[in-house]
């Protein structure tokens, strides 16, 4: 099976890194949006910007940071957007309806596929988003977690949303599955009659409800959704234990 | 509102790293579990550990490391465990079925709440999970993401999958939801007729169709879902409009 690509309209969905302090962070970021498909990139007054520390913890997703958009304002980095998502983990006297990235995402993906730019925006390090900042957006998303202990690194915010959004886009893990063949309900219950001859062959229903045991065997096999293979190496099994017994009656007759 | 607690069943899941090779991973690890409330971090001869670069990176959650449990095999970590979740990007050729995380993640859930131990179970940095080390699990999951790139840091996938596992738990983020009251579908009409008054007393129906005009204003409020407060705010401001064009008209007159 041949590797998928991965969707185009990804490329309509814009990751924004405003004031962020450390350059580490926005080179985790950009590798966090690579794994997951995305690539546009916009720095708004990052610190400091290009660096090399950013190019480190970037790994492979270098390409990222030097596509990046460095822009002075938040309304520059938002200019044709439609839909911009401020992540936010703070209370906020806004009316603006505060939704957990699983309840966000899918309007983004479909606006993205029609072909709309999105954003997620995301704040300082140490302060987050700024009230203007956040008025500029038209959506409130915050990753719900520890109230206690909420201390969600910046590169792990964009990690998640961006493993959000990727998990939305359709994308089929198809080609990583085994190619396995399920066992149909006959194959089953064809290894199920000769399971029956071979305990009995061997003596193991004596004094033993048969039924019962083998209704018990029938339940863990359909549970456990068989291969085919597997049924073969079971009446492999159940063909040999089978020999033994014949051979056995044998020795004993003898 | 208070701060909900975050849910018991919690301490139930492990999180297992194997023979991590970046003590600063571990570290990460342990943050980002404690983000989504987890706190049983099992360690598979970790290659250093304590470490002050693990302590530095756990920022908050260096308690999660103090309490972790260094253990010299993968068995002795899911002693006791009855479903344990193999991470893995790789193709396997094993029958095992393949999730991603949101599918494992319910059952994972259950059995926790149910009182049952779980695990999640995480390979070296570079060398993933060994073949006898997935043979020990009964659940294979892949984070899916670009297949063009496939490099999510250690403790990214802990962060995903501890989100994914806290966004399950069935959290209630509402103590940080603005607490603004909904607007009745009555004061929406209301609203609306005064508009239409505020818009006929200043001239703007003539030579429109002001059925129409008020039809998608109506559209537009149903859409936006107003609150009581901006009712309010909106029809001041109607008010406003008549009484200028009450002195508009006086001023006309006189």
Known sequence: MNKPQVPDFLKNIRVVL????????????????KTMGLTRLYLVEPKVFPSPEADTLASGAVDVLEQATVVASLAEALSGVTVACALTSRRREL????????????????????GEQVALVFGNETFGLSIGEVEQCNR????????????????MAVQVMCYELFSHSGFAMDYLKPAGEPAT???????????????DDIGYFRRRNSERLMRRMRTLFGRAGLERDEIDILRGFCKQIERVAAEHGKIERS
Do not use: W
């Not at 409130?140 to 909420?150: E, K, M, Q, R, S």
């Not at 309900?185 to 305990?199: K, S």
């Open 18 to 33: 405003t004031r962020t302090s450390h350059p580490g962070n926005i080179g985790s970021a950009a590798r966090a949006m």
């Open 95 to 114: 009316t603006t309806p505060l939704a957990v990235p699983r309840e966000a995402t899918p309007e983004l993906v479909a606006r993205a596929q029609a």
């Open 140 to 155: 409130l998303v915050t990753i719900a977690g520890n109230p206690d202990y909420f201390s969600l690194n910046l590169a």
């Open 185 to 199: 309900l006959d194959e089953v219950e064809g290894l199920c009659g000769h399971l029956a001859q071979a305990m």
